[in-house]
């Protein structure tokens, strides 16, 4: 793989230099998300199970998943778990590290994906660059780690 993104480097003036071979298939995203919503799925059931309150579980469920997704793109250089398990990561196309900015407009983005009939997601495949609309909106794309 011939990607070159380190963190370390100038985050002014500098854009993350990738192959096409580097960006990450529609498959292993899928597979990805797939895997961290079963996790986000069980802990917010936990929070919701413990709360008992029916009406704060859909709220719940929004920050267990935003707080999963800035933890381990935050703090483990842009894996989550499923991520992790398919060999791929997020990153910034500035080559920035991803900000807690950065993850709550790519989390909340999941969810215009879903709104808008699924096209957020759809998109990805069309895109050169293969972001869905939660990528764009957040100035990511998802590449092999």
Do not use: C
Request: neutral net charge.
């Amino acid at each position: 793989m011939s990607s070159n993104y380190d963190f370390e480097k100038p985050k002014t003036g500098y854009s993350y230099t990738y192959d096409e071979d580097d960006l990450a298939g529609l498959g292993e995203r899928l597979i990805a998300l797939i895997i961290d919503s079963v996790i986000v799925g069980i802990i917010g059931g936990v929070f919701f199970g413990v709360s008992g309150d029916g009406g704060t579980g859909g709220i719940v469920g929004f920050l267990v998943g935003v707080a999963y997704q800035w933890y381990f793109l935050t703090q483990q250089d842009g894996q989550t778990l499923g991520k992790k398990m398919m060999g791929i990561r997020v990153v910034k196309l500035n080559g920035a590290k991803l900000e807690a900015a950065d993850v709550i407009v790519r989390y909340v983005g999941y969810y215009i994906n879903s709104i808008i009939a699924g096209l957020g997601w759809i998109w990805a495949a069309f895109d050169s660059k293969k972001q869905g609309l939660h990528d764009k909106l957040a100035s990511t794309i998802v590449v092999k780690a």
